[in-house]
């Protein structure tokens, strides 16, 4: 039998209201552990859900990694390069690579009788990935472009509706700038999308990918580049590396060099910003150990003083400092394992209210978010709860070495 657990159960299970000091110091000690775990975790599941909500919609505009001219990655400047069947298949046969989809961009202005805007027309083609923006679509649909043929229609966005008075159904004009004239189109409105990201809503409107290549005064067969998907986004750096190696630094048959670049090095201020959050995770994460160490600290202290008698006759009876201390390390396991409890249903009780409620709402125009978003990650609240118990009890073994200072003989006689 494991002595020092069983009296440990037994002076936590007791319910003596003569020790009036050890109480509070053990409901301060739970509470402690609680409210700095539930803060812990809700910490983590918003700032997680944050990060990949943003990430997430910045892809859904660019795809993971981008192949195109090494001049318009450069320069940001739409220079064609040919994406026919055989390119398209190459990239897809590339390890990691789950989705290719074409795509071709041209600066235009959209007028109304009273305003103009300018803006990014983006084409796509029948294989784009519309599920991103079909989820973001506030008003009308996001219709299936086509390659072949041109629908003079036209899905933007609700900051570029707004600011010209547009609604679904609407005709506008548009004018662009090539060969030294200025080439007109008329579109229906097909679709208004709202993304909460100023960067990207402020300019891009979705159209064919038919229209635009003819606007650019392009071959059929080329385009501004290809947007590529990857099955782990951890892992876009090493399928950009594949890309290097087997597409990067080739020429097309119109001359044109092939080259790559990964989201984070399209934008990477914004995921500067969003690698800077983890920072303040880890601060609050330490301040919150220290606080549930501290209170620990104490209430154990406080607990070996009032139980110095009992020390005294444990030793008497011929009980070690090391099987005491453990005692000590046991009863204190029980008030963490309570105070953590407590805290995980708090915390992750929280977490869910929000995550299915929105009960909590943000400025979207500073967070890019209406609401708090919050992620579940079950590895990280269990790695949470494991850091916690360890460091807890780690911090606590100190402490209990007081334990040894505790003589049998004066503890006895003050009895």
Same mark, same amino acid.
């Given at each position: 039998?494991?002595?020092?657990?069983?009296?440990? *159960?037994?002076?936590?299970?007791?319910?003596?209201?003569?020790?009036? &000091?050890?109480?509070?110091?053990? *409901? %301060?000690?739970?509470?402690?552990? $609680?409210?700095?775990?539930?803060?812990?975790?809700?910490?983590?599941?918003?700032?997680?859900?944050?990060?990949?909500?943003? *990430?997430?919609?910045?892809?859904?505009?660019? =795809?993971?990694?981008?192949?195109?001219?090494?001049?318009?990655?450069?320069?940001?400047?739409?220079?064609?390069?040919?994406?026919?069947?055989?390119?398209?298949?190459?990239?897809? /046969?590339?390890?990691?690579?789950?989705?290719?989809?074409?795509?071709?961009?041209?600066?235009?202005?959209?007028?109304?009788?009273?305003?103009?805007?300018?803006?990014?027309?983006?084409?796509?083609?029948?294989?784009?990935?519309?599920?991103? %923006? $079909?989820?973001?679509?506030?008003?009308?649909?996001?219709?299936?472009?086509?390659?072949?043929?041109?629908?003079? *229609?036209? !899905?933007?966005?609700?900051?570029?509706?707004?600011?010209? #008075?547009?609604? &679904?159904? @609407?005709?506008? +004009?548009?004018?662009?700038?090539?060969?030294?004239?200025?080439?007109?189109?008329?579109?229906?409105?097909? =679709?208004?999308?709202?993304? /909460?990201?100023?960067?990207?809503?402020?300019?891009?409107?979705?159209?064919?990918?038919?229209?635009?290549?003819?606007?650019?005064?392009?071959?059929?067969?080329?385009?501004?580049? $290809?947007?590529?998907? !990857?099955?782990?986004?951890?892992?876009?750096?090493?399928?950009?590396?594949?890309?290097?190696?087997?597409?990067?630094?080739?020429?097309? #048959?119109?001359?044109?060099?092939?080259?790559?670049?990964?989201?984070?090095?399209?934008?990477?201020? %914004?995921?500067?910003?969003?690698?800077?959050?983890?920072?303040?995770?880890?601060?609050?994460?330490?301040?919150?150990?220290?606080?549930?160490?501290?209170?620990?600290?104490?209430?154990?202290?406080?607990?070996?003083?009032?139980? @110095?008698?009992?020390?005294?006759?444990?030793?008497?009876?011929?009980?070690? /400092?090391?099987?005491?201390?453990?005692?000590?390390?046991?009863?204190?396991?029980?008030?963490?394992?309570?105070?953590?409890?407590?805290?995980?249903?708090?915390?992750?009780?929280?977490? !869910?209210?929000?995550?299915?409620?929105?009960?909590?709402?943000?400025?979207?125009?500073?967070?890019?978010?209406?609401?708090?978003?919050?992620?579940?990650?079950?590895?990280?609240?269990?790695?949470?709860?494991?850091?916690?118990?360890? %460091?807890?009890?780690?911090?606590?073994?100190?402490?209990? +070495?007081?334990?040894?200072?505790?003589?049998?003989?004066?503890?006895?006689?003050?009895?």
């Amino acid at each position: 039998m494991n002595l020092p657990l069983f009296i440990a *159960r037994r002076i936590y299970g007791e319910n003596d209201g003569r020790r009036r &000091v050890s109480r509070p110091a053990i *409901r %301060i000690a739970t509470a402690g552990v $609680a409210i700095g775990l539930a803060v812990m975790i809700v910490s983590v599941c918003v700032v997680l859900g944050f990060k990949h909500t943003i *990430r997430d919609k910045v892809i859904g505009f660019g =795809g993971h990694i981008t192949v195109a001219d090494y001049m318009t990655l450069q320069h940001d400047a739409p220079y064609p390069v040919c994406m026919n069947d055989s390119m398209m298949k190459v990239l897809q /046969n590339v390890p990691g690579v789950t989705h290719v989809q074409r795509f071709a961009t041209k600066q235009g202005i959209l007028k109304t009788d009273r305003d103009f805007l300018g803006v990014t027309l983006k084409g796509v083609g029948p294989e784009f990935d519309s599920t991103f %923006i $079909a989820n973001n679509m506030e008003e009308g649909e996001f219709p299936s472009f086509s390659d072949e043929k041109s629908s003079n *229609r036209i !899905v933007i966005s609700r900051i570029i509706a707004d600011k010209l #008075q547009l609604s &679904v159904g @609407t005709r506008i +004009f548009a004018y662009f700038m090539g060969d030294n004239n200025v080439r007109t189109r008329r579109f229906t409105i097909c =679709g208004i999308y709202c993304t /909460n990201l100023k960067h990207f809503d402020e300019s891009i409107c979705f159209a064919d990918l038919y229209t635009v290549v003819k606007l650019n005064g392009w071959e059929p067969d080329q385009a501004s580049g $290809a947007e590529l998907s !990857v099955s782990d986004f951890e892992h876009s750096y090493d399928v950009n590396l594949r890309l290097i190696d087997q597409v990067n630094h080739t020429e097309d #048959q119109y001359g044109s060099t092939y080259s790559s670049l990964t989201i984070q090095e399209s934008y990477p201020s %914004i995921f500067a910003w969003l690698n800077l959050l983890d920072l303040d995770v880890w601060i609050i994460l330490a301040l919150m150990v220290a606080v549930a160490g501290f209170t620990m600290i104490s209430g154990l202290l406080i607990i070996i003083i009032e139980r @110095t008698g009992m020390i005294g006759t444990l030793k008497a009876l011929g009980a070690n /400092n090391r099987s005491i201390r453990h005692t000590f390390l046991w009863f204190a396991v029980f008030i963490i394992a309570k105070g953590m409890a407590i805290g995980n249903m708090l915390g992750i009780g929280l977490c !869910v209210l929000q995550r299915f409620t929105g009960l909590i709402h943000l400025d979207a125009e500073t967070y890019y978010v209406d609401v708090v978003p919050v992620e579940l990650n079950i590895p990280a609240i269990i790695a949470i709860n494991a850091a916690t118990l360890a %460091i807890s009890v780690i911090v606590l073994i100190a402490p209990s +070495f007081l334990i040894s200072h505790i003589h049998p003989a004066k503890t006895m006689k003050f009895e």
